[in-house]
């Protein structure tokens, strides 16, 4: 079952150190079992080994989300890395849509129906045609981007604003309001607001950041790390500035950074 010869590790010790106890800490650091064993002796001799299997108690389903997030936010900065050239000449002639919502149309064009060079054409026209109430929408329909298949649908979404009277309710304690003992304290109630305002998907991207903001020493700063640069654009022209303008106006918060924090640097 392992794939030990027969005579191979003639020495209990060598075979616990090198097979037995990779082998275990392998499945504990990559699966949701948690393994442990223990030796069972004949005389003096070890001559059985017993394990202990048991299912680690974390929410599965919460790491699969986050795994998945940061594979979607890494193949979303390589597309943007492959459309760069497009993405940077069509950027000066934008004055409503903004860069992620081009590179979603790029990304769910059918060239087959409509040539690229045509396509941006078409974006430029209906992004400075004041009579579109709704640019994206009408680019929607007009390139027949069926949006239950589309891709990427992060970098449509646009931000709504947050109920403040809601906020100061689920705060608990309208008395609260104005004083900020640590980023933490906020950061609940303010997810709870999102959960009244975007998707599951969207919530799902932006609670882990939010969760992990910091106060700054220089008081009135609060940072929230992000994975990526890809991911802080996202969230910065999504989200930052409605944030920024909440707790600037609720709480004691003169500045909202987002910073790119590595996993290396975690812990740090």
């Known amino acids: 079952m392992l794939g030990v010869e027969p005579g191979e590790y003639p020495r209990f010790e060598a075979f616990e150190r090198r097979v037995l106890k990779k082998a275990v800490e392998e499945i504990n650091e990559k699966t949701d079992l948690k393994?442990?064993?223990?030796?069972?002796?004949?005389?003096?001799?070890?001559?059985?080994?017993?394990?202990?299997?048991?299912?680690?108690?974390?929410?599965?389903?919460?790491?699969?989300?986050?795994?998945?997030?940061?594979?979607?936010?890494?193949?979303?900065?390589?597309?943007?890395?492959?459309?760069?050239?497009?993405?940077?000449?069509?950027?000066?002639?934008?004055?409503r849509l903004n860069e992620n919502q081009i590179l979603f149309l790029l990304i769910n064009l059918d060239t087959s129906l409509y040539p690229l060079e045509a396509a941006i054409e078409i974006i430029k026209n209906a992004d400075k045609n004041k009579r579109l109430t709704n640019p994206m929408g009408f680019l929607i329909r007009s390139f027949q981007i069926d949006m239950n298949r589309a891709k990427y649908k992060e970098l449509t979404l646009i931000p709504r604003k947050l109920d403040k009277e809601l906020f100061v309710q689920q705060l608990g304690n309208e008395e609260k309001k104005g004083e900020l003992k640590s980023a933490k304290d906020?950061?609940?109630?303010?997810?709870?607001?999102?959960?009244?305002?975007?998707?599951?998907?969207?919530?799902?991207?932006?609670?882990?950041?939010?969760?992990?903001?910091?106060?700054?020493?220089?008081?009135?700063?609060v940072y929230i790390p992000v994975p990526d640069e890809v991911y802080k654009e996202w969230f910065e022209k999504n989200y930052l500035q409605s944030i920024k303008e909440f707790l600037r106006e609720n709480f004691d918060v003169s500045d909202v950074v987002v910073e790119v924090v590595s996993k290396e640097s975690d812990g740090q």
């Open 186 to 221: 906020i950061m609940e109630p303010l997810i709870y607001l999102l959960e009244k305002s975007v998707s599951e998907n969207t919530l799902n991207l932006l609670k882990e950041p939010l969760l992990n903001a910091l106060e700054a020493e220089e008081k009135g700063t």
């Open 35 to 95: 393994v442990s064993y223990s030796k069972k002796r004949t005389g003096r001799k070890v001559t059985h080994i017993e394990f202990m299997i048991e299912k680690k108690e974390i929410n599965r389903y919460a790491q699969l989300v986050q795994s998945s997030a940061e594979r979607v936010w890494q193949e979303i900065g390589n597309l943007r890395k492959k459309y760069q050239d497009i993405l940077k000449d069509v950027r000066p002639h934008l004055n």
